[in-house]
């Protein structure tokens, strides 16, 4: 089956530090999606890629769809102490409407 | 800024027992999804629900799991007899164009 993995598992930076992870696929697919999930609360959507060598900001946060069509990273810059969380990769299956999440990699910003 | 809501944010039951978990999808999506997240693991699909009908489910979703969407505003995730491996966030999630699936805030579920 399709498979994400992330890398970092974990990453632990100060305050202001720019922090980059990234996620690759074992398949190839037509969409990249970036979540965050804080602690108790659900995934929230941050960047959605749709096309191979795009690149996506919003505010800090700065994704790229590779293109091999492959692999995907999440760069933020000039991290904050809200920034801590994990960050989910998700690609849209091919012929279903269903995410498939990666791994996660979990963020601690110390200040 | 609508959004998914979950009820109840916890529920805690003994092994055995049915409950129901409820969302309200965002009001004009018609797509509509549960997931599960055991601790400290990823999201996991369970099963996609379109037009009043399973669109696909994974293999967790068995015989046990069954949804509805009884009144054209809630969803609920059925569990029958609950199991110990049951115990996870369980998170709804809606979309009505595009790829972007919003998840509700989720159910902590605890079974003893």
């Known amino acids: 089956g399709q498979q994400l993995n992330q890398s970092p598992q974990s990453m632990f930076i100060q305050e202001g530090e720019d922090v980059s992870m990234n996620c690759t696929s074992s398949?190839?697919?037509?969409?990249w999606l970036w979540y965050k999930q804080d602690p108790g609360e659900g995934p929230v959507l941050l960047i959605a890629?749709?096309?191979?060598?795009e690149l996506t900001s919003n505010g800090r946060l700065t994704a790229q769809f590779g293109i091999t069509r492959k692999d995907s990273f999440l760069n933020i810059s000039a991290s904050i102490p809200s920034d801590v969380g994990i960050y989910f990769c998700?690609?849209?299956?091919?012929?279903?409407?269903?995410?498939?999440f990666g791994t996660g990699t979990r963020l601690q910003v110390f200040p | 800024e609508p959004e998914v809501t979950q009820t109840p944010s916890h529920q805690v039951t003994q092994m055995g027992q049915e409950v129901i978990l409820r969302c309200v999808p965002i009001?004009?999506?018609?797509?509509f999804y549960w997931y599960r997240q055991i601790l400290g693991q990823k999201v996991e699909f369970l099963v996609s629900f379109y037009n009043n009908e399973i669109s696909e489910k994974s293999e967790i979703f068995d015989d046990q799991f069954s949804v509805e969407r009884p009144d054209g505003s809630n969803f609920t995730l059925k569990i029958r007899s609950t199991k110990l491996e049951d115990s996870a966030m369980y998170f709804c999630a809606s979309y009505g164009t595009g790829y972007e699936q919003y998840f509700g805030p989720g159910t902590r579920l605890t079974v003893t």
């Open positions: 009001s004009n999506h018609l797509y």
């Open positions: 398949s190839i697919f037509n969409t």
């Open positions: 890629l749709y096309k191979a060598g």
């Open positions: 998700a690609q849209r299956s091919y012929n279903t409407d269903k995410l498939i």
